[in-house]
């Protein structure tokens, strides 16, 4: 871990840098808290934003290196870019091949139906970590201390009010990962 720690430290920004180390922290308590891998949890966590810090142009350049596949609103927003590239990285830099911990590092901007309790994990804990103060991050907490598909919820409910606030395009996947957390809760009612 050791590593990749170091090799992250010299691709990322100090700010971003702090902020996956704070996430990673983050992750370790949930996964002890829902029973699931510690090391893989760290290490989607740690990678989540390894592509964070490239310009829009470095981002491109890996898509087309690499034939990442990515939609027309990804190749337009460059806040959605570092997910594909990230765990394309994060497969190439750093050796990771786990279906899972890569999975979570390419759907924590967006989440997606149907996530593994892995990428459910990194997604709220990189909304909640310790270094966040935005609104809602408190109420955020206390949902993922009991239930992280009801925090998956919760998130996803104030994220995409707040981008359409912003007047920011939105992702279909977070409609879709809406609407399945929604109908899943229905469900467990």
Same mark, same amino acid.
């Given at each position: ?49 390894? @592509?964070?810090?490239?310009?829009? /142009?470095?981002?491109?350049?890996? *898509?087309? $290196?690499? #034939? !990442? %596949? ?72 206390? @949902?993922?201390?009991?239930?992280? /598909?009801?925090?998956?919820?919760? *998130?996803? $409910?104030? #994220? !995409? %009010? ?28």
């Amino acid at each position: 871990m050791d590593n990749v720690k170091k090799k992250l430290k010299k691709m990322l920004s100090s700010q971003t840098y702090a902020h996956s180390l704070s996430t990673c922290e983050t992750v370790l308590d949930l996964a002890g808290r829902f029973g699931v891998s510690e090391k893989k949890v760290e290490l989607a966590a740690l990678l989540h934003d390894c @592509a964070k810090s490239m310009s829009y /142009d470095e981002l491109v350049y890996n *898509i087309e $290196k690499y #034939k !990442i %596949p990515v939609d027309k609103l990804e190749l337009r927003t460059v806040s959605l870019l570092h997910a594909p590239v990230g765990s394309k990285l994060a497969s190439v830099l750093f050796g990771i091949a786990d279906h899972q911990i890569l999975s979570a590092i390419r759907y924590h901007t967006t989440a997606v139906p149907a996530m593994s309790a892995i990428a459910k994990i990194v997604y709220v804990a990189d909304f909640i970590e310790l270094a966040r103060g935005h609104k809602g991050v408190v109420d955020a907490r206390k @949902a993922a201390e009991k239930n992280i /598909d009801k925090a998956m919820l919760f *998130i996803l $409910k104030r #994220k !995409i %009010p707040y981008l359409v606030k912003k007047e920011v395009l939105i992702h279909p996947r977070s409609v879709k990962a809406l609407n399945w957390f929604l109908k899943k809760e229905k469900r467990n009612d």
